[in-house]
């Protein structure tokens, strides 16, 4: 059964650093996503990414935060400055197209610690 | 952002009884609605839908009821098995957005044997 696919599994970087999580989505798929979630809170939104353009970003998606294509295959989260408070899970989705598109199917997520 | 809000942190049910997980929004532009199953250490995995045009839709053991006048929406599971034990999320979404999907803070069901 085809997956998203995200690498690392766990990044551990220092206050300030840039790091860049990858995500590979499904091979068919057209619209793509970020979500983060803080340990022990709720999974929240970040960014949606169709037809090589951001669709909607929510107000955690600073100008800190950027998302990029690449290539055919990979989805990519750049944090440019890390902050302690960005410490947590991040998960890639992505959906299909029609009727398809309302429902997303997510990595395993990495884990971000912000040292 | 309490949009989609899960009332019950948890929710404790015997193998082979009914599980009933509960859901509440306030955007009425939400017109598609979804339940993600979580287990620790990996991603929310689809589990069921409903287009807002609809009231119940069913799949298997699960079933998912729409009450679009009470903003609510429901999870029922029949039968609870163990292996259902997970951290279950009501989202929301609006087909007029980004397809953004809102979730709600998770609700941790544990079934016993």
């Known amino acids: 059964e085809p997956e998203v696919t995200q690498t690392p599994s766990h990044q551990v970087t220092q206050m300030g650093q840039e790091v860049i999580l990858r995500c590979v989505p499904i091979s068919n798929h057209l619209y793509f996503y970020w979500y983060r979630q803080i340990l022990g809170q709720k999974v929240e939104f970040l960014v949606s990414?169709?037809?090589?353009?951001?669709?909607?970003k929510s107000e955690i998606f600073d100008d800190q935060f950027s998302v990029e294509r690449p290539d055919g295959s990979n989805f990519t989260l750049k944090i440019r400055s890390t902050k302690l408070e960005d410490s947590a899970m991040y998960f890639c989705?992505?959906?299909?197209?029609?009727?398809?598109?309302?429902?997303?199917?997510f990595g395993a997520g990495t884990r971000l610690s912000v040292l | 952002d309490q949009q989609v809000k899960q009332n019950s942190p948890s929710l404790s049910v015997q193998e082979g009884r009914i599980s009933i997980l509960n859901c509440d929004y306030t955007n009425s532009m939400f017109d598609y609605f979804l339940w993600y199953k979580k287990y620790p250490a990996e991603g929310p995995t689809f589990l069921i839908s409903i287009s807002s045009i609809k009231d119940k839709n069913e799949d298997g053991r699960f079933t998912v009821f729409l009450n679009k006048s009470a903003k609510h929406l429901s999870l029922h599971i029949v039968p609870s098995q163990p292996g259902d034990s997970a951290v279950y999320f009501c989202a929301a979404s609006a087909s007029t957005g980004g397809f953004k999907t809102i979730f709600g803070a998770g609700t941790r069901l544990f079934v016993k044997a």
């Open positions: 990414f169709y037809n090589n353009e951001i669709s909607e």
């Open positions: 989705a992505s959906s299909g197209r029609d009727t398809a598109k309302n429902i997303q199917y």
